[in-house]
């Protein structure tokens, strides 16, 4: 069963727009959702992540949206820009395992088109 | 943000021989480290955690005396992919996790068996 749920698969969009990738989750034990940013042929990198205590976190043109209630968060990226062009992957944890295990979404290719 | 060191990025091998991947965390201790492996357009499969001085918990499906790990100090981490085949083929990347549960990722190893 699959822990995190990413949308969608792929996504193109012209630069300077916004570019949003969706992720859901089950476990209400989850309590820290990071995101995290792969270009080809290297690892990921974290990009951002929240506490399920705040509804939104921005860090300079990434932000955040989390929705406790639906079990949802989602990527937002704004003035997207070609160098943008990466997969993304959200993941979820819970604290209380001891963050021995991360649950990663499937990820989201991006292709911000110049 | 933390550093991860992996290497080597990029290791041919023969098929039967025994390859070594190293993890190393430069600026930060992590009592845990976590070994992945990518198939190209997917997402991470996690292979195992590896606690520093103790024995790796490996995850189903995964031949723990296929896939050795070491963790012998809070720094460095060792997967050595024994008797490798072609279909051990793939890319393999180690991660490190902070106490503050933040998580980490290497560069990733690309490994090819001939």
């Known amino acids: 069963q699959q822990q995190v749920k990413q949308s969608p698969q792929s996504l193109i969009v012209q630069k300077g727009g916004i570019s949003i990738i969706n992720c859901a989750y089950e476990?209400?034990?989850?309590?820290?959702f990071p995101w995290y940013q792969q270009f080809p042929g290297k690892g990921p990198a974290l990009l951002i992540a929240?506490?399920?205590?705040?509804s939104e976190k921005k860090e300079g043109r990434f932000t955040i949206s989390f929705n406790k209630s639906a079990k949802q968060f989602s990527l937002h990226i704004m003035d997207s820009q070609p160098g943008d062009s990466a997969t993304y992957f959200c993941?979820?944890?819970?604290?209380?395992?001891?963050?021995?295990?991360?649950?990663f979404g499937s990820g989201t290719k991006l292709n911000v088109k110049p | 943000g933390a550093v991860v060191s992996q290497h080597p990025s990029r290791v041919i091998c023969k098929s039967g021989t025994s390859v070594k991947i190293e993890c190393r965390s430069l600026d930060f201790q992590a009592t845990t480290m976590f070994w992945y492996r990518q198939f190209p357009k997917q997402s991470l499969m996690l292979m195992a955690t590896?606690?520093?001085?103790?024995?790796?918990?490996?995850e189903q499906g995964v031949e723990k005396d296929k896939f050795l790990i070491n963790h012998a100090s809070l720094t460095l981490s060792t997967l050595t992919v024994t008797s490798a085949h072609p279909e051990d083929s793939s890319f393999y990347i180690c991660s490190a996790r902070k106490v503050s549960g933040e998580l980490f990722f290497g560069e990733g190893s690309r490994l090819t068996v001939l």
């Open positions: 476990n209400t034990a989850f309590d820290y």
């Open positions: 590896s606690n520093e001085g103790s024995k790796a918990t490996y």
């Open positions: 993941a979820a944890i819970s604290r209380g395992n001891n963050f021995n295990k991360f649950y």
């Open positions: 929240i506490r399920p205590d705040v």
